[in-house]
């Protein structure tokens, strides 16, 4: 079965890149989010396997939408997408329990090795 994924960025064109990504490897997009408070929503509504979750958005930014998906399930995969120098923040993401992050521009044999691992 296929894993359902949830992506989240306010990007087209990274939301595009990454269910291209997914979609030709037999990942199942089952939704997309502009914003973290769209992938909150969208999360509850659709119980996706897996979440990737930009950093940086507005209304509100990926950390909160983590903590708040890892409040309402705590057993929520969720990998955040960040690009080169958000170090800290990835820190702070991981430590609010994010399981993994991808690096922008994405590398295809990255983001599979994230999401094969969360979808073992």
């Known amino acids: 079965m296929a894993k ?3 992506i989240t960025d306010d990007a087209l064109f990274m939301r595009v ?8 490897n037999g990942f199942e997009i089952v939704g997309e989010a502009t914003n973290g408070v769209e992938s909150v929503e969208l999360y509850k509504s659709l119980k996706p396997d897996v979440v990737t979750m930009d950093i940086t958005m507005p209304e509100m930014d990926g950390i909160s939408a983590l903590k708040e998906i890892r409040a309402f399930d705590p057993e929520a995969n969720v990998v955040m997408c960040t ?3 958000q170090k800290n ?32």
């Open 4 to 6: 359902r994924i949830l």
């Open 17 to 24: 890149t990454l269910k291209n990504i997914l979609t030709q």
């Open 89 to 120: 923040m990835v820190v702070e993401a991981i430590q609010s329990g994010a399981k993994d992050f991808i690096v922008k521009p994405f590398q295809p044999e990255r983001v599979l090795e994230a999401m094969s691992k969360l979808a073992a």
């Open 83 to 85: 690009a080169m120098g």
